[in-house]
């Protein structure tokens, strides 16, 4: 199984076997297939330029409760994908697994990450150094995706626009997070505008 989800950065300054696709677009859990592997679930995939780096975020396993540790899964490889050039092709692509230690811990590795002079590993729930300013997270948040399902769902019952503006219906829930800052030099060769996206593979 693969999945994917997509952003565009427009910047104001300078062979792994996977199964077949199974869906093509961000969700919380309500892409078919998808309700039974929260771990490769994307909920939503964010990307923006922020000084000198650009900052990606791939939050999966949605609708988790507050107080969750998160889910981890040693089976799933997570990939962030950049094209510079317009070809939508990836140009960087930027690696992710998690693993546990002899005790059990759970840990993150990142690999490929434009601007990092080394793979980067520790543990998950901390912010890790990845060099030269740039950092690495992986673990629980506050789900940021904002929308009122409730309001949607009484809309296509009853044919009448039902939406209420300030309500959440993800408030309060969780999601696992992998979160990367990317050197602008690294990643955009240039180009003022970089296409990302987000994708989860089933090893």
Known sequence: MTKAA????????????????????????????????????????FAWHEGDRVVAAMAFAGLDV????????????????????????????????????????????????????????????EVLDAGLGLRVFAGVRDDPFFFDLDGFQATLSTATLSFDPSNDTFAATNVTMIVVEMSIDGVAAGSNDLQLWATTGRL
């Open 6 to 45: 997509m952003a565009t950065v427009a910047l104001a300054t300078t062979g792994l076997m996977l199964a077949r696709p199974q869906a093509q677009a961000a969700d919380h859990i309500d892409a078919p297939g998808t309700g039974g592997d929260a771990a490769a679930d994307i909920t939503d995939f």
């Open 66 to 125: 507050p107080g969750s540790t998160g889910t981890y899964d040693d089976q799933v490889l997570y990939g962030i994908h950049v094209d510079n050039d317009g070809d939508n092709v990836a140009d960087q692509t930027v690696w992710a697994r998690f693993g546990q230690d002899a005790e059990g811990n759970w840990g993150v590795k990142v690999e490929g990450l434009p601007g990092a002079t080394a793979d980067v590993i520790g543990p998950v729930g």
